[in-house]
């Protein structure tokens, strides 16, 4: 019982740094200033589009004893490319590069003027690199060494927010949906995609603990989410009460980055900004670890070994290194159509692979999946080509960017009437 309580506590230590990156950093004090007094109910939305659905995937990797398991039933094909779409998301393409633009823009520019980003991009990538080399270590480093760090300076930095506020909340939101950019705000993290890529170097460490039987992953994994999970959302609580805080100074025009570096250098001097700069760097680089620790494992996976997991880990930091320079807000802006596309059906299959084994025919996966991702393939078109498409706002919950949900469902219904039993992944 020690060992377990021990070995939960370090993955879950693991896990909450690996979720806690760049983008949860920059989302919720920005949020908080959205929602002026709704802050709370801005904060609620976030975190269930984050970590609550973050969490459900954790316990659907758990159930179907892998994270392929989750995508397996739509088919070999389809279900290949949704996790390389997943995995180029959370991986080179986007999370990865913001990690290191993060990091520079809220951790070395307020310290340091005129310094390269394309050597800071080098450099930093060259650390994780070296962190990513011991691929049966990650776990260990990221837990043991890392997170405690990262949670006093953040501790910190909060307490002395809520002791002593930089202003009074704001007196109404600055968004006409707080809900719906809660959501929004939660997508933007990649946190649910994450989970899944984070599931196979958290199931492996918990198999090279020791723990061996479902049942045994089952109690340590679970633990470990519980842990990351209650770290989380005293965090984020925190931040977005934070930015709510800052109503009298800044409005929506206000660059995220700036923002941030303006509470800490509000709430703590410039003693606090150097402070803020550890913090953030450590965020990062732990995410970026195991961000680049499960692409480089997956690829190396579905190569069949083919592609060594050490050669992969250097192409990713590569690349991540030239996608970086575009920026943080160029990365965000490139994310938001991307992760729209290819978040609903993947909430969709994550949600019914909680209950795989009482759903008999894989056509129920596949045209639920199919039905949420026409939707939201139309919600994007709609949104950044301006092509009228009204029909899509009498979709129930579509306020709050779940417009998805219904014709998923109805797909998903479709699917259990087509004649014939639970059929072969083809």
Known sequence: MKK?????????FALFSMF???????FPPYLGLESGPEWLAGFFSYFMADIGLALLAMFAILRQGSPDGITARIGRIPSTALMCAIVLCIGPMLAIPRTAATTYETSLAPLVS?????????????????????????????GKILTPALLIGLLILIVVGVVNPIGPVGEQP?????????VEAGYQTMDVLAAIVFGYIILKSARE????????QLRVVSGASLVAGIGLLAVYLGL????????????????????????????????????????????????????????????????????????????????SAVVSNFGLNEIIAIASPILSVVYPPTLVLIVLALFGSRIRRDWVFRLAAL???????????????????????????????????????????????????RTAAS
């Open 371 to 421: 039905g949420a991702l026409a939707v939201s393939l139309l919600e994007v078109v709609r949104t950044y080509t301006g092509v009228e498409l009204a029909f899509l706002d009498l979709l129930p919950l579509a306020s709050l960017d779940f417009g998805w949900v219904l014709p998923a469902a109805v797909c998903g219904a479709v699917g259990a009437l087509i004649p014939g039993g």
């Open 114 to 142: 005129g310094f390269s980003p394309a050597l800071f991009s080098i450099l930093f990538f060259l650390l994780i690199l070296l962190l990513c080399v011991r691929e049966t270590a990650v776990v260990d480093i990221v």
């Open 240 to 319: 977005t009460y934070l930015g709510a805080t800052t109503a009298r100074f800044f409005d929506i025009t206000v660059d995220r980055t700036f923002l941030v570096v303006s509470i800490v250098r509000n709430l703590l001097g410039q003693a606090g900004i150097i402070l803020f700069a550890v913090v953030v760097a450590l965020a990062c680089v732990t995410t970026a670890v195991g961000l680049v620790s499960a692409c480089a494992d997956y690829f190396s996976g579905l190569s069949g070994g083919r592609v060594s997991y050490r050669t992969l880990v250097c192409v990713i930091c590569v690349f």
């Open 209 to 216: 603990k020791g723990h061996t039987t479902p049942g045994a």
């Open 4 to 12: 377990h309580l021990q070995d939960s506590l370090v993955i879950g």
């Open 174 to 182: 600055l968004v006409e949906n707080v809900a719906a950019t809660g």
């Open 20 to 26: 806690f990156g760049a983008g949860n950093v920059i």
